[in-house]
């Protein structure tokens, strides 16, 4: 199915653990975005990629890494967990940096 | 320092008549602006957008306003139907190098 798909879509880990969540697109788009969203918040960026092997630190980059080794993943780790990334994460794709993003569905991550 | 600002977190408003979303921005430079709509458990989907050359766009029920000016868009739904209750997310964008900088949203409600 053509489309942007992350994984899981619930997480619940411990504080300090390694947590990987995943992120494929079908469309070939050269930009992937990872963006998380609290309460009070919006949507604040992370990371993004303009292409494989690029990668540039958004609004709120710290604990996080990303890499993009394949134009149609782009996987956002959070190093060692911690209670204040508790969030939803959302991934999306764009043919273009400020064309309309295509977003996934969401992947709830609950660190206790 | 919010550079898109949604200044009202909720607006509840009654099927059939209008919504009014409001969305300020501090930067000058910005030259295009979105206007994403997201359902609990979903990622935002694209809605519509503007360019800066333009002071409306029209979409169906779906109309962006833009005073530059003011340095304001407004989002206007008529009529307003129960299934537009959603947050909707105000974006911008500078120039076709910049990333889309979100507003916190707003919640709106349409009561039947």
């Known amino acids: 199915d053509a489309g942007i798909t992350q994984s899981p879509r619930y997480k619940i880990t411990e504080t300090g653990r390694q947590v990987t969540l995943m992120c494929h697109q079908t469309w070939s788009h050269s930009y992937m975005f990872w963006y998380r969203q609290d309460l009070g918040h919006g949507l604040r960026l992370i990371y993004y990629s303009a292409a494989a092997d690029i990668t540039d630190k958004g609004e709120v980059p710290d604990g996080y890494v990303v890499s993009r080794s394949k134009t149609e993943n782009f996987p956002l780790t959070l190093e060692s967990a911690t209670r204040s990334q508790t969030s939803v994460y959302f991934c999306?794709?764009?043919?273009?940096?400020?064309?309309?993003?295509?977003f996934g569905s969401g992947t709830r991550l609950t660190v206790v | 320092d919010q550079q898109v600002k949604q200044n009202s977190p909720s607006l509840s408003v009654q099927e059939g008549r209008i919504s009014i979303l409001n969305c300020d921005y501090t930067?000058?430079?910005?030259?295009?602006f979105l206007w994403y709509k997201k359902y609990p458990a979903e990622g935002p989907t694209f809605l519509i957008s503007?360019?800066?050359?333009?002071d409306k766009n029209e979409d169906g029920r779906f109309t962006v306003f833009l005073n530059k000016s003011a340095k304001h868009l407004s989002l206007h739904i008529v009529p307003s139907q129960p299934g537009d209750s959603a947050v909707y997310f105000c974006?911008?964008?500078?120039?076709?190098?910049?990333?889309?900088?979100f507003g916190k949203g707003t919640k709106l409600s349409v009561k039947p």
């Open positions: 999306a794709s764009s043919e273009g940096q400020s064309y309309g993003y295509t």
């Open positions: 974006a911008a964008s500078k120039g076709s190098q910049g990333n889309l900088i």
């Open positions: 930067n000058s430079m910005f030259d295009y």
């Open positions: 503007i360019s800066s050359i333009k």
